[in-house]
């Protein structure tokens, strides 16, 4: 599977952004997907990720409710709609798959697949 980020950008505090995971390969959709983002100095972290096969989702706390992941698997493309944002969500943003057992869902070690990052950057 390969997998290409899109949708990056320099926005303002309280705008809306949606990121775009565009994938090759047939087995896409048996995947698990998330999204998961690296700002500056700091090490990778967990955004949210979609259950394969299910809407069961899951986010990290600071974005709940704020931003929602979803996929098409008609179009095999994973999504991260971005609202309400904040200076601190700017980084590099990485979309992953993979077959994810529940208790690696928000580690990256849980993930086979990644996207090469797009960044967002977000000025107050």
């Known amino acids: 599977v390969q997998l290409q980020a899109s949708g990056g950008g320099l926005v303002q505090a309280g705008d809306s952004l949606r990121l775009s995971c565009a994938a090759s390969g047939r087995a896409f959709t048996n995947y698990q997907v998330a999204w998961f983002r690296q700002a500056p100095g700091k090490e990778r972290e967990f955004v949210a990720a979609l259950r394969r096969g299910s809407s069961t989702t899951y986010y990290e706390d600071s974005v709940k409710g704020r931003f929602t992941i979803s996929r098409d698997n008609a179009k095999t493309t994973v999504y991260l709609q971005m609202n309400r944002l904040k200076p601190e969500d700017t980084a590099v943003y990485y979309c992953?798959?993979?077959?994810?057992?529940?208790?690696?869902?928000?580690?990256?070690?849980?993930?086979?697949?990644w996207g090469q990052g797009t960044l967002v950057t977000v000025s107050s």
């Open positions: 992953a798959a993979g077959n994810t057992i529940l208790s690696s869902t928000r580690t990256p070690v849980g993930y086979n697949y």
